[in-house]
């Protein structure tokens, strides 16, 4: 889908902007989107126009009992040639560590993303004309270089949407670093629109090209598996590098690496069940609306649980065969959810973001505060169950607060 914002009458820049955000949510033509399975088309339409200039969004406050830190790594892993540019010399990744800390320590928020990062993603969706300042000044809560809070906490792993930055994932690192993880959140190199290194150099997505290039379905599938199987290698790396012998995070302490979990939209929440299915540290996985284009291994993952958590009707039982055949061959805890009136998006910043700004997107109606409610909560039962051994009576059934939640048992 493209949005032309050229000749735009005055006076209606925030719908321009929030039209850039939103943009995101329908990307059933676009080579990203491909990874996330079949994604029906979007119509986008404007609340309200105001000739005021728009104000930058701020993600939703996390709700946990810890103030939250966020460091920045930057890794090479000289054991392996990056897939997508062999040229470029070993793998390396971007990392968001958010973390535990304690109040009234670090320095400024943390920043959203880089004004280039935001420039690319909404190029790449034909927004040229949208500010982009208006998308990487987004507010967060997490403070940099801020103490970490004592104690040993569970890791969780994060991976984005195929030619998505990390930073849509931020309010779930954020909400679950309150609640007491340690979240590490990758960028991987040439999978997105654009990961800008601290050097300044900016990387894009190469392996979209890959995708795009493919003769057909069946061979973009093919190239897709090799991203999901390509991000576990990232995390097994990034394992090592945070609870090995010689850590790269100088709060590494602070890490549990007997308690570890990983989540992902899109095509990162194949690379959960990737990962999981390639590293025993690993203990459990939640795939957010992403299909399963490298298959979950028909032996399963060892009894360890995972959590299917997508949009409704477009991943219940039946519209997503991958989603059918990962849920006959896992065998431990598992539980299939699908959100109605959510989208593709649903589990990322977009909605927030996209509601700030005064837009509606009547092919996916759960407003924002819904968005964002049923996935922190759902996602930390999740892992609160899974890495801590805690009830969770939100993953039991139905509950009256949350009727959009569907239990799927086929």
Request: glycine residues 10%; aromatic residues 6%; proline residues 10%.
């Amino acid at each position: 889908m493209t949005i032309s914002l050229r000749n735009r009458p005055a006076g209606v820049a925030a719908t321009a902007a929030a039209l850039a955000l939103s943009a995101l949510a329908a990307l059933a033509t676009a080579s990203p989107a491909s990874a996330s399975g079949p994604a029906p088309a979007t119509a986008l339409t404007p609340a309200s126009a105001s000739s005021a200039e728009p104000a930058a969004p701020t993600l939703p406050r996390p709700t946990g009992r810890y103030a939250t830190g966020r460091d920045t790594l930057f890794l090479t892993d000289h054991t392996r040639t990056d897939p997508w540019v062999p040229a470029a010399g070993p793998r390396q990744l971007l990392v968001s560590l958010n973390y535990p800390a304690r109040p009234g320590t670090g320095g400024d928020p943390a920043p959203y993303m880089t004004e280039e990062e935001a420039r690319l993603m909404l190029a790449q969706r034909g927004l040229e004309g949208v500010p982009p300042e208006l998308v990487s000044d987004t507010g967060t809560h997490a403070r940099t270089a801020a103490r970490p809070a004592p104690g040993r906490f569970p890791l969780v792993l994060l991976s984005p949407g195929f030619g998505t930055p990390r930073a849509t994932l931020t309010g779930l690192a954020e909400e679950l670093a309150s609640r007491g993880y340690v979240v590490a959140t990758a960028d991987h190199p040439y999978e997105s629109t654009g990961t800008q290194l601290p050097d300044g150099r900016v990387l894009t997505c190469a392996a979209c090209d890959k995708v795009d290039a493919q003769p057909d379905q069946a061979a973009r599938r093919e190239v897709l598996a090799d991203v999901s199987a390509g991000r576990a290698d990232d995390f097994s790396f990034l394992l090592d590098r945070l609870t090995g012998p010689d850590p790269a995070w100088r709060h590494s302490r602070t890490i549990d690496p007997r308690r570890v979990g990983m989540a992902g939209h899109s095509i990162g929440g194949n690379a959960a069940s990737s990962t999981m299915a390639a590293d025993r540290r690993v203990d459990a996985g939640v795939d957010m609306d992403g299909t399963f284009f490298d298959p979950a291994p028909v032996r399963g993952l060892d009894g360890r649980p995972f959590l299917m958590l997508g949009t409704d009707p477009g991943h219940g039982p039946g519209t997503d065969e991958s989603w059918d055949d990962a849920w006959a061959r896992l065998d431990g805890f598992k539980r299939w959810l699908t959100v109605r009136d959510s989208g593709h998006f649903t589990f990322t910043d977009i909605p927030e973001i996209g509601e700030q700004l005064g837009i509606e997107d009547p092919d996916a109606p759960l407003s924002a505060a819904r968005s964002t409610t049923i996935t922190r909560s759902y996602v930390t039962a999740f892992f609160d169950r899974s890495l801590r051994g805690r009830p969770a009576r939100l993953l039991n059934g139905p509950t009256p607060a949350n009727p959009e939640v569907l239990f799927q048992r086929p």
